[in-house]
């Protein structure tokens, strides 16, 4: 980065701390996070805590929410569908060049998902939030039953303490160059993961190599992962339809897919490492 740049990014980044969301804004956004009781559908053996309780006990252990989103709901229930939070460090000492390092939670109240947290990266440039798979570093995965809010702020900090491992591991990518052959070759393992048959997907692997700003352009395994990733979850590419029909590819809006096609991206990126 020039200076310019250099000072942008380091603004850009004091202004992704200073946006934590507000309970207001998470109430509007995120309502499932304030569920009263669980699904009519589920049994007594299902220990209802809501997500709320558990978000109060991240954010006084120093962690605060900064994105929130949920899924379409189940039998017209809102307050019970599968809700995911993205949540970072109160003062974050890990220093990464252009990302911050999170902690991402997934919770629902229909029986349809566990608490879960896994390690996340938001990247300032491009506002890219990558999800980490479970191969790189282990999900935790709490169950509805007993004391969960323990045991979900104790793996958040355990997950926050290996920051500076997910740092290294970024910064061998970004040291690691690509041939363009290999950056095809990753492409089209990525169009695979996004759709089952790469015949029916309509569209070049080189498509998702296009960068979709300056700071994108580069050979190393890191802006391509990031790249890739954005062009396969945000959508909006060319495409040809089975038909023939010409139609742009659809933005991820799955909490379920975004969270798979993450961490399957994630694992090829670091099979590249590997090599």
Same mark, same amino acid.
């Given at each position: 980065?020039?200076?310019?740049?250099?000072?942008?990014?380091?603004?850009?980044?004091?202004?992704?701390?200073?946006?934590?969301?507000?309970? #207001?804004?998470?109430?509007? /956004?995120?309502?499932?996070?304030?569920?009263?009781?669980?699904?009519?559908?589920?049994?007594? $053996?299902?220990?209802?805590?809501?997500?709320?309780?558990?978000?109060?006990?991240?954010?006084?252990?120093?962690?605060?929410?900064?994105?929130?989103?949920?899924?379409?709901?189940?039998?017209?229930?809102?307050?019970?569908?599968?809700?995911?939070?993205?949540?970072?460090?109160?003062?974050?000492?890990?220093?990464? $060049?252009?990302? @911050?390092?999170?902690?991402?939670?997934? &919770?629902?109240?229909?029986?349809?998902?566990?608490?879960?947290?896994?390690?996340?990266?938001? %990247?300032?440039?491009?506002? &890219?939030?990558?999800?980490?798979?479970?191969?790189?570093?282990?999900?935790?995965?709490? &169950?509805?039953?007993?004391?969960?809010?323990?045991?979900?702020?104790?793996?958040?900090?355990?997950?926050?303490?290996?920051?500076?491992?997910?740092?290294? /591991?970024?910064?061998?990518?970004?040291? *690691?160059?690509?041939? $363009?052959?290999?950056? @095809?070759?990753?492409?089209? /393992?990525?169009?695979?993961?996004?759709?089952?048959?790469? !015949?029916?997907?309509?569209?070049?692997?080189? !498509?998702?190599?296009?960068?979709?700003?300056?700071?994108?352009?580069?050979?190393?395994?890191?802006?391509?992962?990031? *790249?890739?990733? #954005? &062009?396969?979850?945000?959508?909006?590419?060319?495409?040809?339809?089975?038909?023939? %029909?010409?139609? *742009?590819?659809? *933005?991820?809006?799955? @909490?379920?897919?975004?969270? %798979?096609?993450?961490?399957?991206?994630?694992?090829? !990126?670091? /099979?590249?490492?590997? !090599?």
């Amino acid at each position: 980065m020039n200076a310019v740049s250099t000072s942008m990014f380091f603004a850009s980044r004091s202004t992704a701390f200073t946006h934590a969301l507000s309970m #207001e804004a998470l109430r509007e /956004q995120v309502p499932a996070v304030f569920a009263p009781t669980a699904h009519e559908s589920l049994s007594e $053996k299902y220990t209802f805590i809501p997500t709320e309780r558990v978000l109060s006990g991240l954010m006084n252990a120093g962690f605060v929410p900064v994105e929130g989103r949920q899924a379409q709901s189940r039998k017209g229930s809102p307050l019970h569908t599968r809700h995911i939070l993205r949540m970072r460090r109160r003062f974050e000492t890990v220093q990464l $060049k252009d990302s @911050i390092p999170e902690i991402v939670f997934l &919770n629902s109240h229909d029986g349809t998902s566990a608490y879960q947290l896994r390690v996340g990266i938001y %990247r300032v440039i491009c506002t &890219n939030g990558l999800i980490v798979s479970q191969g790189a570093f282990p999900m935790v995965r709490v &169950n509805h039953r007993g004391d969960v809010v323990d045991a979900v702020i104790t793996g958040a900090l355990e997950m926050a303490e290996r920051f500076e491992v997910l740092a290294g /591991q970024v910064e061998l990518m970004e040291q *690691r160059s690509m041939f $363009k052959d290999e950056q @095809i070759d990753f492409a089209a /393992q990525a169009l695979a993961i996004r759709f089952e048959d790469i !015949a029916q997907a309509g569209m070049q692997p080189s !498509a998702l190599l296009a960068p979709r700003r300056v700071e994108d352009v580069g050979d190393d395994l890191w802006r391509v992962l990031n *790249r890739v990733q #954005e &062009n396969l979850l945000r959508g909006g590419l060319s495409r040809r339809s089975v038909s023939g %029909r010409l139609t *742009r590819t659809r *933005r991820i809006s799955s @909490i379920r897919e975004d969270v %798979r096609i993450n961490s399957r991206l994630w694992d090829l !990126a670091s /099979q590249r490492l590997a !090599a």
